[in-house]
């Protein structure tokens, strides 16, 4: 399994020191509806284009935007694109990308799309997030695959780190920093176990008169859901740069 780091442009430099399979967070779909690129180094070649559609306009024109997409693909080398769609599924996204899907397709290249596009759009593969609170993440990885198909499946590695209280009956937590994790784990000391269907660690911890229970991932859980996916014969999955970069040395290892 290929795993990227997606990064945008002001932490290239430190991103390239540990891995050259980037994923880069430079790409918009414009408000007049056709591709923008930020602040992108221009040397910067290979890896994944991450666009995103965060305040955009209506995609008027799929066949226009496609070929600002398949053009900027060409002259940097990304061997695809994940669409970093924040809104919901409507008519003139899923239009584009089903056409961009079909286009990479033809081409060798991939496209990644969130859960909630995975069925409009037949010709990429579906982020399925590893960040549970219940359940097993191989159940739910199996039960992705058989609604999509296990070749188009694909991680969203998104680091866990959430506080729950005791009892939770919604299910429901709080997400926490990495630095509200750290005061928690210095501050209390806790014993720390492994949920081997969750693939995380958590502990429980008491204050304020409630007891809490924080699920959390660290390096080794995150290689855990890696060789799951590599185990479940999974083709790609996506790190990104400001939920890991502590822990950057410990995942990649830096490059030779």
Known sequence: MQTYLAVTPDKLREAARFTDRLAHVAYLVGRDG???????????????????????????????????????????GFGGVLADF????????????????????????????????????????VLICTALSGGTLRQRLEEAAQAFGGKRIALDLQRLRMSFPLPCPTGEGTPLSGAELE?????????????????????????????????????????????????MGLGAGFLMYPEVADLLPELFGGKR
């Open 183 to 231: 005061e928690l784990l210095g501050r209390k000391q806790p014993a720390i176990f492994y949920s081997s269907d969750l693939c995380a660690k958590y502990f429980t911890c008491t204050g304020e008169g409630e007891s809490r229970f924080i699920l959390f991932d660290d390096a080794g859980t995150l290689h855990r859901k890696i060789q799951l996916g590599q185990d």
């Open 34 to 76: 056709r591709l923008t690129r930020q602040a992108l180094l221009a040397r910067t070649f290979g890896g994944m284009m991450v666009l995103g559609d965060r305040d955009c306009g209506a995609i008027r024109d799929s066949a226009a935007l496609c070929r600002d997409v398949w053009r900027e693909c060409g002259n940097r």
């Open 86 to 125: 924040e809104q919901p599924p409507a008519p003139d996204r899923v239009a584009f990308l089903d056409s961009l899907g079909r286009i990479l397709s033809r081409n060798g290249k991939q496209l990644y799309v969130p859960e909630r596009y995975g069925s409009s759009v037949q010709q990429a593969c």
